[in-house]
């Protein structure tokens, strides 16, 4: 299978192709992901099937404010992920392999429920890193489009091209988390490097596919002025201004224990960010420094209202135009 290669015939070591990791893995071990080994000469998903969670979300909480605005979509999750971020906010599932005992869900089932949840778009990839649940993934997704159902991906982003393009046919949407824009940060902070993510940014956008950015902004690392300006700017090149952007507010979390990120830092940086994109949102934020609204850049008109995750489209044509100016906001409605 292409997503491995041997590397030794004599002691069956095995590469595993999947992510920029590329872990070099003995008959038995895992790599760094923790849920993907080499078993019986091939690289296999110990977490094929099982769960963390599953719900029925708004999709603006993945978030995706330009996909089905005002939808729901179910979201499901496993275990592991092929970073190792101090900050990890969701590190209970992400930071360990699967416990004895855990839920299983196999891709039919996954979609037969999907099918039958009330005014419910599709399934959302989600709550751990789904790269490294890659085969449970494209198998649900592809069963998924073949019902009619969406399929949304919120990813690190760290993945080969190779897989992330065959995954570009099945998934219709993806958020992905781009940290920093400083490959030391990701050295030292996750234990990764930032090209291959900058890469995955690249491809996506140029997929026809779906793409929304999220930023978890944290103090004293990658809040400086000009490291947003740069990252907008690359951002506005290599995906388009319309990509939208979401900058969320750090809470302590795991490892770290930097206090909260100042609301005031947030909207500064939104301000820096908004003169290379069109649409910057925040996030984990509260009363007047939530900007959920979504503003047509040209004539200023609110066109869809968010207060929280109730979301309520006020100013858009059914082909996703601003009813006042008629400029292009977004396709997926």
Not at 2 to 15: F, H, I, Q, V, Y
Not at 217 to 222: E, S, Y
Not at 300 to 313: D, E, I, M
Not at 316 to 333: A, D, P
Request: proline share 5%.
């Amino acid at each position: 299978m292409w997503l491995s290669k041997n590397n030794d015939e004599k002691d069956g070591t095995l590469r595993c192709l999947l992510c920029p990791h590329a872990c070099l893995l003995k008959p038995g071990e895992r790599g760094i992901c923790r849920v993907r080994e080499n078993r019986d000469g091939v690289i296999s998903l110990i977490t094929y099937g099982i769960i963390s969670g599953y719900a029925s979300d708004p999709v603006e909480k993945k978030p995706l404010y330009h996909f089905f605005p005002g939808s729901n979509i179910i979201s499901v999750g496993s275990y592991g992920c092929n970073l190792s971020c101090d900050f990890c906010q969701n590190y209970h599932i992400s930071q360990t392999g699967p416990p004895a005992g855990s839920t299983r869900l196999s891709p039919e089932e996954l979609v037969a429920r999907a099918v039958r949840e009330h005014n419910n778009i599709g399934i959302a990839y989600t709550y751990n890193e789904p790269v490294i649940w890659y085969e449970y993934v494209t198998d649900s997704a592809t069963l998924a489009a073949a019902a009619g159902l969406k399929n949304v991906m919120v990813t690190n982003g760290y993945i080969n091209r190779k897989p992330l393009e065959e995954l570009t046919s099945v998934i219709d949407a993806f958020n992905i988390d781009l940290k920093a824009f400083s490959n030391d940060f990701y050295r030292r902070y996750t234990g990764s490097t930032l090209k291959p993510v900058l890469d995955a940014i690249g491809t996506v956008a140029h997929s026809g596919k779906h793409l929304e950015i999220t930023t978890l902004i944290l103090p004293g690392l990658n809040d400086s002025a000009g490291e947003m300006r740069s990252m907008t700017e690359w951002i506005a090149r290599n995906a388009g201004r319309k990509v939208p952007l979401h900058l969320s507010r750090y809470f302590p979390m795991y490892l770290r224990e930097t206090p909260a990120t100042p609301e005031e830092t947030i909207l500064q940086l939104k301000d820096i960010a908004s003169e290379s994109l069109d649409f910057v949102y925040t996030g984990n934020m509260s009363g007047r420094y939530a900007c959920g609204d979504t503003v047509c850049p040209s004539c200023k008109a609110v066109v869809v209202k968010r207060s929280g995750y109730h979301t309520v489209v006020t100013g858009l044509t059914g082909e996703g135009r601003c009813s006042i100016c008629n400029r292009e906001i977004m396709k997926w409605l």
